[in-house]
C-alpha cells in the first residue's frame, strides 16, 4: 500500500510542465523566431531590389525600341515613361517591387547616357543607404 501511495505522489507531481518550464521555452521559441524572421525580412528585401533592377530592363528596352522607332531620338523626360508603356508586352505595368513609381530622365544625370530610368528604392526618398538607396539604368549591377 504504501509503494502504491508513493508511485500516485511522484505521477500527482509529475503530470504537467511547471510555469518555468513553459515561460523557457517561450523564450526558446521567441528568440528562434526573431532569428529566422530577421534573415527573412533582408532576403526579402534583396529579392525587392533585383526585381526592381530587372524591371528597369525591361524598361530601358522599351526605351530602346522606341529610339529605333524615332531615329534614334529617346522620349522627353515627360513623355518618357508614357511611351516606355506603350512598347511594354500585355500592357505591363511600369511600378518597382516596393509599388513605386520608375523616374524617367533625359538626358540622365546620374551617368553619361541618354536617358535614366531609376528607382527610389524602399523608403521611396531620394538618396538613401542599403535597402533605402536608390537603384538606376545608369547602374544595373548593384554597384553604388
Not at 524572421?37 to 530587372?54: E, F, H
Request: charged share 20%; hydrophobic share 40%.
Amino acid at each position: 500500500m504504501k509503494k502504491n501511495l508513493l508511485s500516485q505522489s511522484i505521477r500527482a507531481t509529475r503530470r504537467g510542465m511547471s510555469l518555468i518550464e513553459i515561460v523557457v521555452v517561450l523564450a526558446i521559441l521567441g528568440i528562434l523566431a526573431t532569428v529566422i524572421g530577421g534573415s527573412m525580412l533582408g532576403a526579402l528585401d534583396s529579392a525587392n531590389q533585383d526585381t526592381t533592377r530587372i524591371a528597369i530592363g525591361r524598361v530601358s528596352s522599351a526605351l530602346d525600341m522606341y529610339a529605333a522607332k524615332h531615329r534614334g531620338k529617346y522620349p522627353s523626360t515627360s513623355q518618357g515613361l508614357v511611351a516606355a508603356k506603350s512598347l511594354m508586352p500585355n500592357g505591363e505595368v511600369l511600378l518597382d517591387a516596393w509599388g513605386g513609381d520608375f523616374v524617367y530622365l533625359s538626358p540622365a544625370q546620374g551617368c553619361d547616357a541618354k536617358y535614366e530610368v531609376k528607382s527610389l528604392g524602399k523608403d521611396g526618398k531620394e538618396g538613401g543607404v542599403e535597402f533605402d538607396a536608390d537603384i538606376s539604368s545608369c547602374n544595373l549591377n548593384g554597384d553604388e
